[in-house]
């Protein structure tokens, strides 16, 4: 019963996270200089035209009132008009978010595996050449900005061995394997992106592990030090393991902003970037409120995931 | 040789001179460069050539000029913020514990939502109702990265705080202010180099790729990022374009990054925690 209280704990913090972080981005813009009108008006309005536009648009109502009211929409999947389309931002969104997601779902299902299985291996042949080899990789991933990483693959695998697209160019009704052909530059981005820093962090659970005393007893026993690994330091390394794969799965959401403009790929990412660049608020507080979704609801996960693998973890992390 | 008792990696050694071309370069720009920075000299995106060492970018200009040019903003902007987000930060970190514990647990409380978010989604929001101009940007990452330095420089400072010397300091009705300069700062510069170091890589890739995003610096000026948005097209047409700019970015990372580690190695740091959203 003790670990049901605790996801219960858990779950209710990253939801008062969540409400937090949405009253920050809906009042936040509440607090800085100039609003929407004035933003949408630009600087020569005049103020008669203002104080229009602005009852227009509700700016007169208190701000909290406000916030409730949109907080109201969007628990009932109403998410707004935006500024400069006029259409509801619901029925542009969730086409993008599909999209968002099977893009970061195809670079999870490379990266995870990928990063898991060469951290162990690096793990056992501590010092070896695939040891160093993934230091040096992750030194270069943390200091490649996204889209370096995008046009060197984009020069390689489309401009001179023409095997894969440039552009993510999708539609609907796409078929499954075109999508995935089309996609899969920008999620091979994403994975070098995050695959490296989630191998040195699986690397060094699985050795945190390896300085205890039971683990000295399975060697003193005689066991391979592969064995020892995978049967004694493997499961109770696991914790942190899944810990440090939901918060990079966490780091995909940032990272694909930058790659879906790269590869002109209609995500979410894009149309926030979008919407900014034209100063549509209601659109950019529509995706920022998905972005914080998806990043408190991975990073709550990761921690139920990571108490549930490791029955000592709970109480000292639930805060 | 050793710095401090401590070998210095030949890691370190590299980082070190690519850092140091790379501020020589933008510093004495106008005698580096080839060529002045808004001069035509060919076709659009010529490949690299005897004339124009790295080819031509989206209008003719020489690529070479205009990325020691750019280096000039790109560095110092990132420089700028990051200084500004380092006096936020370790000011109200250092507060935190040199105040009461009431300061100390609003400060962290506010602080703790902002660290649930990336810094991103929160940048684009101040963007989209302000719009983008080089002193916003400037303010806008200083504020929030410094959530980020708020911590180290909080848990710094407590161990610091239970010393002796600061007991005594304050039992000799010393005010916050002395407490803070005179007894904390001193102590807690080691890490805090290392920081800032680390701080420096996450923000200047981070203008960089606002400024590739189109949301960063704005024309007439140029850094590497927004050279990257401009000749992004050169790929369609099998050029190599905007690999420079980005290469250029990533070479002055990786400099910092290496020192940025051996800083980090002589305080038993694990590598690599300078990847962070």
Same mark, same amino acid.
Request: proline letters at 15%; hydrophobic letters at 30%.
């Given at each position: 019963m003790e670990i049901l209280r605790f996801i219960a704990t858990r779950a209710a913090l990253g939801v008062l996270t969540l409400i937090a972080v949405s009253l920050l981005l809906y009042l936040g813009t509440q607090l800085?200089?100039?609003d929407v009108a004035s933003a949408l008006l630009?600087?020569?309005?005049?103020p008669e035209a203002l104080a229009v536009l602005r009852a227009k648009l509700g700016l007169n109502v208190p701000a909290w009132l406000r916030y409730l009211h949109w907080l109201w929409g969007v628990l009932h999947g109403n998410l707004g008009t935006s500024?400069?389309?006029?259409?509801?931002i619901a029925s542009a969104l969730m086409p993008r978010l599909a999209n968002t997601l099977f893009l970061a779902g195809y670079a999870a299902i490379i990266a995870v595996p990928l990063a898991v299985g060469l951290g162990i291996l690096a793990a056992i042949r501590e010092g070896g050449i695939l040891d160093r080899v993934s230091t040096m990789l992750s030194l270069a991933t943390i200091s490649f900005p996204e889209f370096f990483v995008s046009y060197i693959l984009i020069v390689v695998?489309?401009?001179?061995?023409?095997?894969?697209?440039?552009l993510a160019t999708v539609y609907d009704g796409m078929g499954f394997w075109d999508r995935v052909d089309a996609t899969t530059l920008p999620a091979l981005t994403l994975v070098l992106v995050v695959v490296a820093h989630m191998l040195r962090m699986t690397r060094t659970s699985t050795l945190a592990v390896m300085s205890a005393p039971y683990v000295e007893t399975a060697f003193l026993k005689g066991l391979s030090r592969s064995q020892v690994v995978l049967g004694h330091a493997l499961p109770n390394a696991l914790g942190p393991i899944i810990a440090v794969v939901a918060l990079n799965l966490a780091y995909l959401v940032v990272g694909v902003v930058v790659v879906e403009v790269v590869f002109v790929y209609p995500g979410v990412g894009q149309l926030m970037v979008d919407a900014v660049s034209k100063r549509d608020l209601p659109t950019v507080q529509a995706c920022g409120l998905v972005f914080a979704i998806a990043f408190i609801g991975l990073n709550t996960l990761a921690d139920i995931l990571a108490a549930l693998a490791n029955p000592r973890l709970r109480g000292r992390r639930g805060r | 040789m050793k710095i401090g008792g401590h070998k210095v990696p030949v890691t370190a050694y590299i980082g070190a001179l690519i850092v140091l071309l790379a501020l020589i370069a933008i510093l004495f720009a106008p005698w580096v460069a080839?060529?002045?920075?808004?001069? %035509?000299?060919?076709?659009?995106?010529?490949?690299?050539?005897?004339?124009?060492l790295l080819g031509t970018d989206s %209008?003719?200009?020489?690529m070479l000029s205009r990325l020691i040019f750019g280096g000039r903003t790109s560095v110092t902007i990132a420089l700028v913020a990051t200084t500004l987000t380092m006096i936020i930060g370790i000011g109200l970190g250092f507060l935190a514990v040199a105040t009461n514990k009431i300061v100390d647990n609003i400060l962290s409380r506010i602080i703790d939502v902002m660290l649930a978010m990336p810094i991103l989604i929160f940048a684009l929001m101040v963007f989209a109702v302000l719009g983008t101009s080089i002193p916003i940007m400037i303010i806008t990452i200083s504020t929030l990265e410094s959530t980020r330095v708020f911590r180290l420089a909080r848990a710094v400072a407590m161990n610091i705080t239970v010393l002796d010397y600061v007991q005594v300091a304050r039992l000799r009705g010393e005010g916050v202010g002395w407490v803070i300069f005179r007894e904390i700062l001193p102590n807690a510069l080691p890490p805090l180099i290392a920081e800032f170091g680390l701080r420096f890589c996450f923000t200047f890739l981070f203008i960089a790729s606002l400024s590739f995003l189109g949301l960063g610096i704005q024309p007439p000026a140029a850094d590497w990022g927004s050279m990257v948005h401009d000749n992004a097209q050169a790929i369609s047409f099998?050029?190599?374009?905007?690999l420079f700019p980005a290469g250029a970015i990533a070479l002055v990372t990786i400099g910092v990054n290496l020192i940025v580690d051996w800083l980090l190695s002589i305080h038993a740091l694990p590598s690599g925690t300078g990847a962070e959203v």
């Open positions: 800085l200089p100039g630009g600087q020569s309005a005049t500024l400069t389309s006029g259409t509801p695998f489309a401009s001179q061995l023409g095997w894969l697209p440039s | 080839p060529y002045p920075q808004t001069k %035509i000299v060919g076709g659009v995106w010529d490949p690299p050539n005897a004339h124009d %209008i003719g200009r020489d099998g050029g190599y374009a905007p």
